[in-house]
């Protein structure tokens, strides 16, 4: 009994220890359950609010299953068309410099049909950060093969897994934007446990403080699960991401700047 | 030496259900309801609120950022 109340009186105002950012929008979600998407969405907001950025923040949503990630951050939006984001971004920023302007992609935007906006935004060196969400699997149609599948991976347009002799190798994007000259700090992480949750918004925090010295690109991976595509729990395909993804796709940083 | 004490309140309403904090509370505090909410999920409640350290981990992984986090010290 003692117990029970002592509960309710933590529950007070200067208790507060973490609380959702007030930059997200009171809209729910449209993802499904246990979605990296939605934790993505949540670090980007919380970095605007700590750093001041609201007013100044414009956003570039990709196609996919973040197409309505307007609906969600309370900033200001530039929809683009499919794998367009970099492109947009890059006027965006040359029009209006003293702006924050970043893009959110997911694997099928950023690697697959729009891999040519994505490697010469990053050559050219546009002052922008991208986020791109990597899951392995187009989420949205159907869990689709992507670029980024990993080989003998099922999806509903691979069954038997993806076979490299005929569907090629997996495609590390980021990998490539890292050995560009134009890139500033490229870097892959992950939303799937609170340590690296912490690791990933540091290294947002980071990209912010590179934009508004104009230093270069900065993207920043992160590797998400798709449970429904992957037709696990979300639990499940947390420790599949762990088991499978990893190997493949390495979290750390792929560039860092060179004082 | 103080004790910490934390609770979380979790807006059961906008829960999925995905129990990805239940896996990530180092106490075991979280459990999945047996009811169901206004859209058929079993929510997060705080079945165990007095192992709660308010280490906050639970809302730093979820998804749809339903849970608030409280700590003091007594």
């Known amino acids: ?259 | 030496m103080a004790k910490i004490r934390g609770s979380i309140v979790v807006n059961i309403e906008k829960c999925k259900g995905c129990e990805v904090c239940m896996v990530t509370c180092p106490t075991g505090t979280i459990a999945m309801a047996k009811e169901v909410n206004g859209k058929g999920y079993n929510y997060a409640f705080p079945a165990n609120p007095e192992l709660c350290i308010g280490c906050a981990n639970c809302a730093m992984v979820c998804p749809d950022g339903v849970i608030t986090v409280y700590k003091t010290k007594i």
């Open chain 1, 1 to 259: 009994m003692v117990e029970f109340s002592g509960i309710k009186e933590i529950i007070k105002p200067e208790n507060l220890v973490y609380k959702r950012t007030d930059i997200m929008t009171d809209n729910t979600l449209s993802y499904c359950p246990g979605c990296g998407h939605g934790t993505a969405h949540r670090i980007i907001a919380e970095i605007i609010g700590e750093e001041g950025l609201q007013s100044e923040a414009i956003g570039v949503s990709p196609v996919g299953c973040s197409v309505f990630m307007y609906n969600y951050l309370d900033i200001d939006w530039q929809e683009a068309a499919h794998g367009r984001a970099p492109a947009v971004a890059t006027a965006i920023k040359r029009l209006l410099p003293e702006k924050f302007v970043f893009t959110y992609q997911g694997d099928g935007d950023l690697a697959a049909i729009g891999t040519a906006e994505t490697i010469h935004a990053c050559n050219r060196g546009e002052n922008i950060m991208i986020i791109f969400i990597n899951n392995g699997i187009y989420g949205m149609t159907g869990g689709q093969m992507a670029p980024t599948t990993l080989p003998g991976m099922k999806s509903s347009t691979s069954p038997y897994g993806r076979d490299v002799k005929t569907m090629g190798f997996p495609l590390k994007i980021t990998d490539i934007v890292a050995t560009l000259p134009g890139s500033y700090y490229v870097t892959r992480q992950s939303v799937h446990t609170a340590a690296n949750v912490k690791k990933t918004k540091k290294a947002i925090r980071k990209a912010v403080q590179y934009q508004k010295l104009n230093k270069g690109t900065c993207l920043i991976e992160i590797v998400s699960n798709c449970p429904s595509g992957w037709k696990m729990t979300p639990v499940q395909s947390n420790k599949w991401m762990e088991e499978n993804m990893f190997p493949y796709y390495p979290l750390g940083d792929l560039k860092t700047p060179v004082e």
